[in-house]
C-alpha cells in the first residue's frame, strides 16, 4: 500500500478532491441557470470550449483557480462562493 501511495498518491485525497469538484461544479451550474446563461455563452465568457463546461459541471475534471476566477467574474459572484462550504 505505501508503495502504492508514493507512486499514485492517497487515494483519499483523490475521493476528496473528486468531491471537491463535483461540489463546486454544481454550483457553477446552479449558478449559470440561475442567471438563464447556456454552457455556450459560458464557455465563449470565459474563452474555452463548452465541452469543458460540461466536464468541469459534472465534476469530470478540476477547474484552475484562473477559469474559476473567470467563471465567477461571468457569473457576477465572488470566486468564494464556489469553495465555501457552508453554501
Known amino acids: 500500500l505505501k508503495k502504492f501511495e508514493e507512486e ?3 487515494t483519499d ?4 478532491s473528486s468531491a471537491e469538484n463535483i461540489r463546486i461544479g454544481r454550483r457553477i451550474k446552479t449558478l449559470r441557470e440561475k442567471r438563464s446563461i447556456t454552457q455556450k455563452e459560458l464557455a465563449d465568457r470565459v474563452m474555452i ?3 469543458s463546461i ?5 465534476g469530470e475534471t478540476m477547474v ?3 477559469t474559476l476566477q473567470l467563471i465567477a467574474r461571468s457569473l457576477k459572484v465572488p470566486a468564494g462562493v464556489f469553495l ?3 453554501r
Open 49 to 51: 470550449s463548452p465541452s
Open 64 to 66: 484552475s483557480v484562473q
Open 8 to 10: 499514485w498518491g492517497n
Open 54 to 58: 460540461t466536464r468541469l459541471e459534472s
Open 13 to 16: 485525497d483523490k475521493k476528496d
Open 84 to 86: 465555501d462550504d457552508q
